[in-house]
Nanobody
């Protein structure tokens, strides 16, 4: 399984950004997907996850109501729409894949390479 994340960049506080993560090498719809982030000097933390069908989602309390996870199984891609961004959202964002949503939330089996999101104040 290979995961390729993209869409990071520099954005002003209050702005929006959409991250994408494409899975290759296996059947995308067989995997629950998740997003994590790691800020400088901090541990990697869970952000959001979505089930294989897309019918169930989960969010960290810090992003609930601002971020939306979605997936397009025809395009083998999971998205993270980030709105109302704050400077504290600045981090490297990683996508992950696993067998079920709750497994992904704890520890994905596969990781992407990460994409930097920087929110300026």
């Amino acid at each position: 399984v290979q995961l390729q994340a993209s869409g990071g960049g520099l954005v002003q506080a209050g702005g929006s950004q959409r991250l994408s993560c494409a899975l290759s090498g296996r059947t995308f719809s067989n995997y629950a997907m998740g997003w994590f982030r790691q800020a400088p000097g901090k541990e990697r933390e869970f952000v959001s996850a979505i089930s294989r069908s897309g019918g169930s989602t989960d969010y960290a309390s810090s992003v609930k109501g601002r971020f939306t996870i979605s997936r397009d199984n025809a395009k083998n891609t999971v998205y993270l729409q980030m709105n109302s961004l704050k400077p504290e959202d600045t981090a490297v964002y990683y996508c992950g894949a696993g067998s079920a949503i709750y497994d992904v939330r704890r520890k994905p089996n596969y990781w992407g390479q990460g994409t930097q999101v920087t929110v300026s104040s």
